[in-house]
């Protein structure tokens, strides 16, 4: 008897424990504005973004009868873009971002050699993404919440028969949370962007002939995107 009382007794702890647990879980499923107050969400986004201009092939000859090529990286997908979100105080967060665009590097030909229009000519496939941190600072918690943003990180091209480089980058911008529920919110993100690629020195090309290459060492672009967030 004595042993079945010490058993008993050594059992109702762990009970006790297990009850604890499933009352937080409990809370924290169902009570997330009072048991995650402080907590981070995830959010999945799909957008656009504008041309990026590396630089230009510009005639050897102001005389030459040939066009300048403008050497352009064009988006040809959705651009998809992970984030994850954490509360650093009541107005600020931290954000983390991965985003992915394919797309192709062509040429943007001004003319052709008689003067008329010419089309874009397509000259490789590429790809380019981007790992990096933003702030954001968010104007009230209200059900429709405007931020800024500000951050940068590392932007990768990679260019199908050239190989792959990775620049920094910087970005601002604006954006709009509503809140649907509890724990999801329809995401708006627009973003202006900053590269510095070196693209002849970066991918190692040369052009001859009747070009030579107007260097732009800074790129700009826009983005913007549209998703869901969800209040993990």
Same mark, same amino acid.
């Given at each position: ?7 008993? @007794? ?26 995650? @107050?402080?907590?981070?969400? #995830? ?15 510009? /005639? =050897?000859? *102001?005389?030459?009868?040939? /066009? ?19 509360? =650093? ?9 991965? *985003?992915?665009?394919?797309?192709? %590097? %062509? ?22 993404? *981007? ?11 209200? &059900?429709?919440? /405007?931020?800024? @943003? ?8 990679? %260019?199908?028969?050239?190989? &792959?480089?990775?620049? /920094? ?13 509890? &724990? ?9 962007? #900053? *590269? ?31 998703? =869901?967030?969800?209040?993990?």
């Amino acid at each position: 008897m004595k042993r079945s009382g010490r058993r008993s @007794a050594g059992r109702r702890p762990a009970r006790g424990l297990r009850t604890r647990a499933a009352l937080l879980l409990f809370a924290c499923l169902g009570y997330p504005g009072i048991a995650l @107050a402080g907590a981070g969400e #995830i959010a999945f986004l799909a957008g656009s973004a504008t041309n990026t201009k590396f630089g230009r092939l510009v /005639p =050897l000859f *102001s005389t030459a009868e040939l /066009p300048t090529l403008n050497i352009v990286f064009e988006p040809r997908d959705p651009l998809w873009t992970l984030s994850l979100a954490y509360p =650093l105080g009541r107005r600020i967060e931290l954000q983390a971002t991965a *985003s992915l665009v394919n797309g192709a %590097i %062509i040429y943007d030909a001004n003319s052709d050699m008689t003067g008329d229009p010419q089309r874009k000519m397509k000259i490789a496939e590429a790809a380019k993404w *981007s790992f990096g941190g933003s702030l954001l600072y968010r104007f009230g918690r209200s &059900r429709v919440s /405007p931020y800024l @943003a500000v951050g940068g990180g590392a932007t990768a091209l990679k %260019i199908e028969g050239a190989g &792959r480089r990775a620049r /920094p980058f910087v970005e601002f911008g604006v954006g709009l949370k509503t809140r649907l529920s509890r &724990r999801f919110q329809l995401v708006l993100d627009i973003r202006r962007e #900053i *590269s510095f690629f070196r693209f002849f020195e970066d991918f190692r090309l040369a052009y001859i002939l009747n070009y030579r290459f107007d260097s732009r060492n800074l790129q700009m672009g826009w983005k913007a995107s549209l998703g =869901l967030a969800f209040r993990l």
